[in-house]
């Protein structure tokens, strides 16, 4: 007997309890896959606008000794431009930055602690694109003329416009302090490609306000590969490539692509002599917030669980009166020729046919609200909107975890419907024949 069909005419026989059934998995299930696709989808794109506002997916730096500090400045970029090279990567993929981890923003009384990220805005144009310079004022940039872009909300907070002169005071590489004057050319906007964590600079003002010995010195190159997804892999292949050229630094070492003048003393520096490189990627600079989503798919999950937990209650017992109803039709069936295990396997095959309606159900929905709440634009201002793409949220439905909440389901419905089902496959065909309700 085909048991599969058998299961199938079964659940059709009954299509409102199969529908409530389902419904009762479904509500679950949506809410988990709406849980799910908005936390992967707010990583990618915070990672993707975080790559854009910082020039790239990988760093490269070179570390140098001096005294008890490890300063970190490119000096001679052959080696580096070459492994790239054999690697694929294109002269239009690398970008050069001089970083300040952190300088004090000075205008009158007010000031404002912030990272300087020194372009050459000759490199820079898709950058120049994300901060919404007018044509003049990159054309001014990448002509030489020395300029900081602030963010709106930092330019709030100093109180100045566009022409206005600031301070900016730091420490150079050899750890003295210093200052510098220069002029506010452009106030982005603080849409979900920038922020009020950095500002953009000139490299020559930075490069002076770091104190490099070389004017044509950085401190990180970036790279910026076709795909977020690339950057772990390619990070391994590059460390593998400058390994014949220099000693590779620990993993982990302050944050990547930020550290310019920062000096890595104590823990976690360790001692070595000459120069070593360092290799990073976005993910490790947002491993933070990947951890975060994780926790939050972790947690749904769990709430699922839980919801299965409830509904599998109901689940058993619709199936515990399902086996009473269907008493005569099993003696029936036991009569000509059905085994005992085909009896359990056949009301397993209704739990799981209903699991998986269940599921697609709940995955569709879902998926639908999901796209309905893409398309409402919530702006491209504030925090949040570092999460947002064009100030739209975006959602990610992954295989992995569909399949992950497939198999939960399943096994959540099937163990609440193997009692009812082993309790069906013993029962004998005379007994069953003569039962009456």
Known sequence: MNTARIALRNLQRQKRRTFLLAGAIAFGVSIVTLVNAFSAGAVRILKENFADMIGGHVFVSLQHRVGDKTVSIIEDEAP?????????VRDEQITRTVDMQQAQLIYGSKSEVQGIIGVN???????????????????????????IILSRKSAGKLKVGVGDPLLARGE???????????????????NSDTSSFFSFASTSFVNRLLNFPDKKAYSTLRVRLAALDMADAFALKLEAELKASYRLAPKNLGQPGMESNVF?????????????????????????????????????????????????????????????????????????????????????LEALFLALVGVGMGVAFGYLVSLALSLVNFGTE?????????????????LLDVSV???LVSVFTLLAAQGPARKAARLHPVDALRTSY
């Open 121 to 147: 805005w000759k490199e820079e144009r898709a950058l120049a694109d994300k901060l919404g310079l007018p044509t003049n004022v990159y054309e001014r940039l990448a002509g030489g003329e020395e300029g």
């Open 264 to 348: 890595k003393m104590g823990e976690g520096s360790g001692d070595f002599q000459g120069i070593r490189a360092q290799v990073s990627t976005i993910n490790q600079f947002l491993s933070q917030i990947s951890q975060l989503s994780t926790g939050l798919q972790i947690a749904s999950f769990f709430m699922l669980s839980i919801l299965l937990v409830i509904t599998m209650i109901g689940i058993a017992n619709t199936f515990r009166m399902i086996m009473y109803e269907r008493v005569r039709e099993i003696g029936t069936m036991r009569a000509v020729g059905m085994l005992r295990r085909q009896v359990r396997r056949l009301f397993l």
């Open 80 to 88: 580096l431009i070459e492994a790239l090279h054999r690697l694929g």
């Open 382 to 398: 504030g925090f949040f909107s570092l999460f947002l793409q064009n100030g739209h949220l975006s959602f990610l439905v992954r």
């Open 172 to 190: 150079t590489v050899t750890g003295q302090a210093n200052v510098g004057d220069v002029r506010v050319v452009y106030v982005s906007a603080d």
């Open 405 to 407: 909440i497939v198999v």
